[in-house]
């Protein structure tokens, strides 16, 4: 190979690196990291467990978990609104600044009245607010939630596979963090008493 070859190849080389050193710099900057954050969310319109047609200003004003599930989910949706409502517990006085959204991928069966009693359950977040829609609604705010949901099996007692993770969102409305499927009330607890201090 010649000593010309030999210089074009380490020109590429040095190029290529470089770009990836850059492209690299530009996904983990803080700069990329307020976009990816202000890309979670956005405008929805649903129905709640009242029947009221509520918007994404219900995240205004206060702290708010969103989670997505439904109310014939056997084990995912109940023990994460169970650990969410240990964790308002032991937020004290602060948790009167925090609220849960439930929002249904599955609207074929979660009705208003449906999603109302499920949601009444001694062991949920007092004042949870659980919301539902038309399909397309509900497909709306789950992409801009990044939400995986997929119904399973025919017949009345399908299952909905989806997400498991809950979101933490700002009183401005805006996504904060994730909370990951699994966190004790602890745990969950000391991620949203952090971001209220930081907030």
Not at 149 to 168: C, F, I, M, N, Q
Request: with cysteine; hydrophobic share 40%.
């Amino acid at each position: 190979m010649s000593k010309r070859s030999l210089i074009i190849i380490a020109l590429v080389a040095v190029i290529g690196l470089g770009a990836g050193a850059a492209l690299f710099w530009r996904a983990e900057s803080p700069a990329g990291a307020d976009s990816a954050q202000a890309d979670v969310g956005g405008p929805f319109e649903l129905v709640n467990q009242d029947g009221q047609t509520v918007d994404e200003s219900i995240l205004e004003g206060r702290w708010s978990v969103v989670f997505f599930g439904f109310t014939y989910c056997p084990d995912i949706c109940p023990s994460t609104l169970q650990a969410v409502a240990a964790a308002q517990e032991q937020l004290g006085p602060r948790g009167a600044d925090l609220q849960t959204v439930f929002i249904s991928v599955d609207p074929e069966r979660d009705t208003p009245e449906q999603l109302k009693t499920y949601l009444s359950l001694d062991a949920f977040p007092d004042d949870v607010v659980g919301l539902t829609g038309a399909p397309e609604q509900i497909e709306q705010v789950a992409k801009a939630y990044y939400v995986y949901y997929r119904k399973s099996g025919e017949g009345p007692d399908y299952t909905v596979d989806h997400s498991t993770a809950a979101y933490l969102m700002d009183p401005q409305g805006r996504f904060n963090r994730v909370l990951a499927y699994g966190l004790s009330p602890d745990e969950m607890a000391r991620l949203i008493r952090t971001a209220m201090q930081e907030g």
